[in-house]
């Protein structure tokens, strides 16, 4: 080899291993890109669901405290409009709302003149005589004495306090009069405005009044609908998933079933409400908005779910355990229901608590069976008209008022956290009785 | 029972309690008979269990499902029946001249009828008060008649099955019988459902199609269904032309495909290749989340947070964004089905062999050159099938357009516009209280119709794509 074709070889050689190294440099470069795209994909979505959370928190954590005002009521016989009757329908039918008036007139008695007197009136929720009414049915004889109560604000205080109102008085659209700031500052600074835990909204049902507005008929409708789901799908569910585990031979027949079930857990639910209406509603003539026609449908949404995650339960029992029944001379369903059922119970009740967490939070089908009536009453059965808590969210999503916005939130807070104890429970069960075999 | 039901009437209606009276009763009737059956089998043995061919607890079963059958199938009947029955004898005792009324009239006053008897409604008039006394005088009645039937029977049943027992009565094969009938009847459930939903489906749609024809539904593409009170106000007639309806669907879920297929994809392989284990099993469960929170959630959050946001945004960009705009819903509907693309992807990504990517390690290439020319073409059916499902998930879905997209029915491309959505049409034809024969609600069957349609093809497709390249490396 002579020196020239040495030289040439090492003039050449060095070129092609800085190209190397230059584009192993890219490669690793692109390597690092992709990495941290994947991983910015990841935070991304994270982040969404962190911008959520904290959303919903942050408006909806200010619902759980409610503002009281305190007034010196008298219960005068003559404003309540009752003279000298003291029975109970006098008392139930009496002008609670003007005792309450008088007291604020009595409280500023500089305010004169229908429009300012009507302002002074809106300090205090147009439903605060509720504790009046109770107060005057335990003690008749309470009529004539005056009392120191405490009494619910009226939304747009409530809000001026929480601070989504400003309280600058002059701020252009402003809900509350300069006046009306005014009197509330006074009452703030002798200690008469204090904010509290808000009970109505965990005792009442709904209410136009923001401040009246309570969740309580909603959970009650949504613990009927739930417990008639699990009544009818639970049962329905492990007996499909047994049968075609168990005892179903492979043929067409059972093909269809498969694929059938398979097909239902795809459908969007608003067409699951289509045949609640179609079929529930409009040939059986079941009651319109009741929990009843609600769990039923319910029922079906998550009655595939039940029956997949049955079968992979059933599934994952060994086949030893089948064939050491059989050999002692259990029957087949014997060997189901001694042996089988209870190895795969916790996985088919994981399953179930899932299905129910989903048909916990669906809407869409129960506003197509009627259930956004809005209906104060709490229900008292299955058959009464009712909403659910995720239907209130909607109803009170669309209502304009300020204080409705801090509500709904509270409320899918409520909901959120019933669907993550839903959710931990099915998770500790899922890991309580995992078996490994 | 009745003066039992009214002591608890001020918490629960009288009707519903006795019904609730009347199952613990029966209840408590199969319990006895169930141990009254072990306890006779017992008994014939002389003690001595071994001498009978079933176990004493079969012989509780088949006594237990004599007594509580017969009286569950008549309970199940008269509750199907009742409303039917109770509405031909209310209208037939009714007065000439009332009973000759329209249908739609008759059904009206009907209803009337039952608010009064039911939920205490002040009666209007006095033919009302007395239909309503009618009313719930036979329905009383009635249900003191099954109530009565289904407890004699039940009697009857433990009486009669307690006879039977005896030492060779093959009590379990007979147990085994029902509960198999049982099982099976179960598994059809599921068939009933989809012919349930096919059949109202097409037979509303049907319906529709008498008033409107099909292809003005197909292709028409103006969509208006208001239609007057009067037939003599103006722009009456009303327009079910539902293209505008399908390409706003197409638009908003073409919009959260686009945010929800990167995301969802680059996160699928970041988890199923890159992340340690730890990281992992916490970020997967939060990612699943997403879609475990209920949509009305998201429907909230899109109309309070998002379309704002984007209207700011775009005002600051000199665009004139509309408020309910097809962007922000979208959005908000591809967070939400971020998981199941991410979910199906991941598990089709780790379900690549690792000889696949061994070899293209030994062959010198890197981790994301071996994923984007191995892996993900190896993966690419189940990643596709895991599209289309998230795709008829987003099609499918109500609560966020309902809340967050617009009403009106433009015929737009321009995400920044409102548009409305099958489903939310859907919705807002069904809300409230309307008469079933006008084309206004059967228009939300046909819609059902195309949705069920559309998403079950999808559907199909996804499936067929996942299983026909499984097993290709198995």
Known sequence: MTDTAQMAAASSARPAVQ???????????????????????????????AILLFTILGNGLSAFSQTYVRLDVTLDAETLGIGDQRSADALASANYQGVVKEALYKRFPSVQGRVEKRELAGLVSSGADTDLRRLLAADPGAVGTTHTLWLVADDNVDMAMKGYISRKPGADGNRLSDRQLGWLAELEAEGAVVKRFNSILFSSGDSREPEQAGLWGAVVGSIYSLAITLLVSFPLGVATAVYLEEFAPKNRWTHLIEVNINNLAAVPSVVFGLLGLAVFLNFFGMPRSAPLVGGLVLALICLPTIIIAGRAALKAVPPS????????????????????????????????????????????????????????????????PSAVLPVQVYLWADSPERAFVERTSAAIIVLLVFLAVMNLGAIWLRKKFEHRW | MAALARAFSPLIPTDFMQLLILTAALALLVVFGYASGQRRALAVAGGNPRLLHSLPRYHGHFVALWCGLPALLVITAWLVLEPTLLRLLVTNALPAEMADQPAERLALFYNEIRNVARHGHAATSDVVADAARHYAGLRQTMFMAVGSLALALAMAGVVFARRRVSPDMRARNRVERVVAVFLVASSTVAIFTTIGIVLSLLFETLRFFQFVPVTEFLFGTSWSPQIAMRADQVGSSGAFGAVPLFAGTLLIAGIAMVVAVPLGLLAAVYMAEYAQPRFRSVVKPLLEVLAGIPTVVYGFFAALTVAPFVRDAGAMLGLSVASESALAAGLVMGIMIIPFVSSLSDDVITAVPRSLREGAYGLGATKSETIKQVVLPAALPGIVGSILLAASRAIGETMIVVMAAGLAANLTANPLEAVTTVTTQIVTLLVGDQEFDSPKTLAAFALGLALFVITLGLNAIALSIVNKYREKYD
């Open chain 1, 19 to 49: 190209i190397i190294a230059a584009r192993l440099k890219r490669r690793h470069a692109a390597e690092r890109r992709f990495r941290r795209t994947g991983l910015a994909a990841v935070v991304v979505s994270l982040g969404f669901l």
């Open chain 1, 321 to 384: 355990i089948r064939e050491a029944a059989t050999g002692l001379g259990a029957s087949r369903l014997q060997v189901v229901t001694d042996h089988v059922l209870p190895l795969a119970m916790p996985g088919i009740l994981t399953g179930t608590i899932l299905g129910m967490a989903h048909a916990l939070g669906e809407t869409a089908p129960l506003l197509m069976i009627g259930m956004v009536a809005f209906i104060v009453d709490i229900p008292a059965s299955p058959l009464d």
